[in-house]
């Protein structure tokens, strides 16, 4: 069966510089999205994931494009009559939009029937198989996606089965075939940069605003083990990061060919290793790049230090994971390991230092009261970070919370639509999931509605942004808080 895969497209209908096989077209998709954070706050970034994937076929000779129907908004059809060139058909997958990845996958594979529909991202790499008894699903690929899709493709160019590619699970006469994981990459500065050029720049912006904002993963892996969190898992516990010198090469790349003037670290970490850090600050300044940053950092992986030089290198926003004002939730059942007297000194050194802060919450994990959730609005309300961000917990497969709440029943829903953060999917055994949508849209009021808050983006110049924000508070339809 997989013989015919390219025999009949690729062969007869690309011709190009590839090899005497022709260069096959591999399409690459990330289906559109209903989650609150991207269509409430107006918040559309380049997948940076698929960027790498194209990247590296590219590089490796193949032709590549990629549909980004969050900002393309592609009908399904039109979708369809787009790609009938395409050999691979590679969709990406988050649980939110696992369902919509299955919807498009069906609708392509009985369109082009003899296109390979592979299905990537953290969702499928947690489960799998929930993806592979679908008979339009032909194979899986399990994390990190640049390799195992580059030796997917050279195989189906060479109308090989996927036999032995490793960090795949695919189908073959009706049995499901598990070739193993991949390697973590070890040297992420041998990957080239991720190819933004197939992206309709043009359509991403943030709360309304033109993107000149542009994602950057400098590091890969986290070696910490929060329990709501599956990404020390995903991408590997061992923290993996690009050289200093790399990493720059990228933001300069960026500004140059892109434009970009400012830049968004989405590491898990980014200040993990503190010498990093620093070279990277002095790479910057001895460049003298004029580019803004933003990163994530833990409340104990920075120091006063550290926050000069980042500002003295054009950092100018920093995101700390709070989660809960409550020791025994944080520490016990989140098992985040930091205390609210790093989360207080982190948060103030940072503002002193004149750099923004965003800051997460959760509320509605099992054992929480209200008084308990309370806390932690209080306790965000005092901390007073530039921006808060509230989320429910949400337990994603591959997590300690999914797996504890799927085997005692507490999960309220499989639906992975509602997985968002903004939607209660995890049973509470005080409050009704109605009462904790409410309580989630009472935090973002009580944070966002302060007279405080709104003088201070007065003062900063931010009207539209604040504008934005207060709109999407006031204005949004039914429980979906996001
Ligand atoms: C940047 C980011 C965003 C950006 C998205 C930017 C974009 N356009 O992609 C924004 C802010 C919009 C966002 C939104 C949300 N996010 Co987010 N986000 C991230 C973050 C920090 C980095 C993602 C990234 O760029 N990774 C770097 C690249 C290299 O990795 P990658 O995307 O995973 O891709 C690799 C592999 O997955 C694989 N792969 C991926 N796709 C495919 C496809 C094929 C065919 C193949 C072969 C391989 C493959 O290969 C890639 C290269 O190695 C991650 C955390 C993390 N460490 O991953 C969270 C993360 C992905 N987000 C998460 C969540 C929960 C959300 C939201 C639900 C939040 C909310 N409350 O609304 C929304 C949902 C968005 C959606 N549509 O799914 C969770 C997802 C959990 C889950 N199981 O779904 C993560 C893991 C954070 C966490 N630790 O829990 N997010
Ligand atoms: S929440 Fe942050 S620190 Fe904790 S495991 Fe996830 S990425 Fe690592």
Redesign the pocket.
Known sequence: MLNTFCKTKTFKIIIGKRDELGVCMIT?I?PD?N????SKLD????????A??ASVLRENGFNVRII?N?VEKLDLNEIIRRIRDSVVV????????FNTALKYAKKIKQALENVFV??????V??LPYSALKYEFVDAV?I????Y??LE?AEKIERGKSPEGVKGLIYKENGKIVDNGRRDFIRDLDSLPFPAYDLLPLEKYSILGQKLEHF?M?SS?GCPFSCR????SL??GKRFRARSAENVVDEMEWLQDKFGAKYIAF???TFTLSKKRVEKICNEVKGRCLDVEWSCSSRVDTINEELIKKMKSAGCNCIYYGVESANPKILNDYYRKKISLGQVTTAVKKTKENDIQTVCSFIIGAPMETKEDMMKTLKFSIKLNPDYAQY?IL?P???TEIYREAKEKGWLLTENFDE????KPVLKNFYLTPREISKFLRYCYMRFYLRPRFIFKEIKNKNIKIMFEIIKKLLFRSGDDN?
């Open positions: 690459l990330n999205s989650t609150e954070v991207l918040f559309k970034t380049p997948p940076i994931g698929l790498y994937i980004d969050v590679g969709i990406t997958t988050t649980t939110p939009t592979v299905l990537g991202g953290i969702h790499s947690f690929c994390s990190e996606g640049e195992t899709m997917l994602p993963m890969r709501y969190c599956a990404s995903f991408m989405s590491d898990d989320s949400t994603y497969p591959g997985y968002t953060c903004g996001g």
